[in-house]
């Protein structure tokens, strides 16, 4: 399989992960918020060959920063092996300006408090 399918199932992770927990790129865009990726990390452990099925685990890393941090394991559905990990850093823009967000959203902060996440 090639490498880059991999990041493509961190995307899909994250995007799981946001629709689960109401923090999707829309959650997030209605802000008035674009969230883009500007770190991407990935360890392969084993290969995946065409027709394997994966399953993604995506953690949410919790950081005091104005940036979203998660971790991944992604494992061969079949095998249950692990077959990569990584991590990804996204940060905070304006939508219209893409200015960075140097500190957390309010809706950020409200939202850790919505999960118990120390602030």
């Avoid at 991999?6 to 829309?26: H, M, P, Q, T, V």
């Avoid at 674009?34 to 060959?49: E, G």
């Avoid at 079949?78 to 140097?102: I, P, R, Y």
Wanted: hydrophobic share 40%; glycine share 6%.
């Amino acid at each position: 399989m090639w490498h880059g399918h991999y990041i493509r199932y961190f995307e899909d992770g994250r995007e799981a992960f946001g629709k689960a927990f109401k923090l999707s790129y829309l959650d997030v865009y209605g802000e008035g918020l674009a969230i883009p990726v500007v770190s991407v990390q990935c360890d392969y452990k084993k290969p995946l060959r065409y027709g394997d099925t994966v399953c993604v685990e995506t953690t949410y890393v919790n950081t005091a920063a104005a940036k979203l941090v998660f971790t991944y394991k992604i494992y061969n559905k079949e095998t249950d092996e692990v077959v990569a990990t990584g991590t990804s850093t996204q940060v905070f823009v304006d939508v219209k300006t893409f200015q960075l967000h140097l500190t957390l959203p309010a809706f950020m902060t409200l939202w850790k408090q919505k999960w118990k996440l120390a602030l």
